[in-house]
């Protein structure tokens, strides 16, 4: 009995470095991430050129990192399910140079899957390191997941929610209350940081009823256009890795020329969302920049996130809703068309629904975020029978969920349980 508690005392203390270590590295990520490289030049370099710059040293990251380069959150799920939990110091080091090269250079990928992929390194090797069982290794992966996410956005719930949506996808009480440790530990770290990245000032707003089928339209839309990303990613064809940087480069700097503004993420802020001044034909334009510089990033396999992009999809799609019908909540369709998006996407109606409500904390978006968010999952999921993207992605480098020896551990375990039952 007393070794048996120092074990798990022992791992308690593991899963609590986890989440104070994961969550640094994950906030470090973030700062270098969002630095503009210009600032630290004489003569600031073209919108145009970064694209290109980053290309040809991501190329080269590619082949001293030959063997590292399965990176990003696909990969943290194929750790937790196939792998044993297990990632390498090698995959940090890559991620962690090539994601910040990509946001550097103005690619329309976010840094929440580095900073999730980049968590769980940390998180499986120190489980590794203190001799955790399998079993705990691979929940560290999950807690890493959560951790990063609780530290960037400050939001413990959808980090923890996170982690079992995307990373587990199968309910065990104790391990959720693990990873919900993780996650507040995360976010303490998070404020003492400064708060949440996605910061959101939404004046109070007030939800009537009546007005509720506004954002089953918003919802039922992000269904669509969730379907329509996964669905273009999928079509691309399969290139020489060569050809494939260069394309995404040219597309990315063409975009640049046109207009600087839709390179990366950070000219888009929520705030700034909340109050542009754009007209109705510009927020399309806006709209279909960002399709297509995100699906051409995420199709060519460049190593960055996605989890941003759809926030900023959604926000525009919540905007242009906002412009179309009269006398419309207009900020709150931009703030919950972004968490809309996300859940379609990744198919984690409530994980996005918990986002979106622990930035803005406000009681009034509840329910039109949990029926945005369901109806958005619904209509992708059920509708058009689209995988989610992790799935896609998966699916894309020849790695099928179904066959996953946690889950089909788990379905055996229920068979036995209703046997015994009905026995």
């Known amino acids: 009995m007393a070794n048996n ?6 791992s308690f203390f593991v899963y609590l470095f986890i989440g104070l270590f994961s969550s640094g590295l994950a906030l470090l990520f973030s700062d270098l991430a969002h630095l503009n490289p210009n600032q630290f030049l004489d003569s600031p370099l073209p919108a145009y050129s970064l694209p290109f710059i980053a290309a040809i040293c991501i190329l080269l990251f590619e082949r001293l990192f030959s063997r590292y380069k399965q990176v990003g959150l696909i990969f943290v799920v194929k750790a937790y399910h196939f792998d044993e939990g297990q990632l390498h110091w090698g995959n940090l080091i890559y991620q962690f140079a090539v994601g910040l090269l990509l946001t ?10 580095p900073a999730c992929y980049l968590s769980a390194v940390v998180a499986s090797n120190l489980s590794y390191s203190a001799r955790l069982t399998e079993g705990q290794v691979r929940l ?102 060569n050809y494939a940087v260069t394309i995404a480069a040219s597309v990315t700097a063409i975009a640049g020329l046109l207009n600087p503004q839709w390179l990366g993420l950070e000219p888009i802020t929520p705030n700034g969302l909340l109050y542009w001044e754009l007209d109705l034909g510009q927020q399309h334009l806006w709209l279909l920049a960002r399709i297509v510089l995100t699906t051409v990033a995420l199709a060519f396999a460049l190593p960055g996130g996605s989890l941003g992009p759809m926030l900023v999809i959604g926000g525009i799609l919540g905007s242009i809703i906002g412009e179309l019908i009269p006398d419309s909540a207009d900020l709150m369709l931009v703030i919950v068309g972004m968490g809309a998006m ?45 995988p989610s993207l992790i799935e896609q992605q998966l699916l894309n480098a020849q790695i ?24």
């Open 400 to 423: 099928r969920l179904i066959n996953s020896p946690v889950l089909v551990k788990e379905e055996n375990k229920t068979l036995d349980s209703e046997q015994l039952q009905q026995s």
């Open 140 to 241: 560290s992966v999950a807690c890493g997941t959560a951790a990063a996410v609780a530290a960037l956005f400050n939001a413990p719930l959808a980090g923890t929610v996170i982690a079992y949506e995307l990373v587990m996808r199968r309910f065990n009480w104790r391990s959720i209350a693990t990873i919900a440790v993780v996650a507040a530990t995360a976010s303490v770290i998070s404020q003492l940081h400064g708060g949440s990245m996605l910061t959101i000032n939404l004046p109070p707003q007030s939800f009537e009823w009546h007005g509720l089928a506004q954002f089953a339209l918003l919802g039922m839309l992000c269904g669509v256009f969730a379907t329509l990303l996964v669905k273009l990613i999928r079509a691309m064809p399969k290139l020489n890795r």
């Open 342 to 386: 996300f859940g379609a996407v990744f198919r984690t109606p409530w994980a996005a629904f918990l986002l979106i409500t622990e930035q803005t904390m406000q009681v009034e978006i509840v329910i039109p975020a949990i029926v945005a968010c369901l109806c958005a999952s619904a209509i992708a999921k059920y509708i058009f029978r689209s």
């Open 104 to 113: 550097w250079g103005g690619y329309a990928v976010g840094i929440v899957g």
């Open 5 to 10: 508690f120092a074990f798990r005392s022992r």
